[in-house]
Nanobody, 126 residues
Framework: QVHLVESGGGAVQVGDSLRLSCTIS????????VAWFRQAPGKEREFVGA????????YYGDFVKGRFAISRDNDKKTVYLQMNSLEFEDTAVYYC???????????????????WGQGTQVTVSS
């Protein structure tokens, strides 16, 4: 059974940094795409970035603009989302998601992912 557990969220100020963790069990890391999404109140779930299965190539949403970075620690079965220069607009619940059967063109579409964590709240204030 696949489980994803996010951690690391919290309340920070504009300009601060935060690192989120997504610990994954029940999948083979190199055969599964792992992505980060976020959802702000009243808005649709938004693609933040993904670590593509097999190649390990990392893709980011357009809004990231170099502020966020995804990495993976295979020994810890954890995928990280390092967020720097946080802005008020980054306030959202952040989710990690995983799927082994995505095609590349659907990577940014939330409904294509079979497995989700419970989410972790990030609140950025001025």
């Amino acid at each position: 059974q696949v489980h994803l557990v996010e951690s690391g969220g919290g309340a920070v100020q504009v300009g601060d940094s935060l690192r989120l963790s997504c610990t994954i069990s029940g999948v083979t890391s190199h055969s599964t795409t792992v992505a980060w999404f976020r959802q702000a109140p009243g808005k649709e779930r938004e693609f933040v970035g993904a670590l593509w299965r097999s190649t390990g190539k990392i893709y980011y949403g357009d809004f990231v603009k170099g502020r966020f970075a995804i990495s993976r620690d295979n020994d810890k079965k954890t995928v990280y989302l390092q967020m720097n220069s946080l802005e008020f607009e980054d306030t959202a619940v952040y989710y990690c998601a995983a799927d082994a059967n995505l095609i590349l063109s659907t990577m940014t579409t939330a409904r294509q992912y079979d497995y989700w964590g419970q989410g972790t709240q990030v609140t950025v204030s001025s």
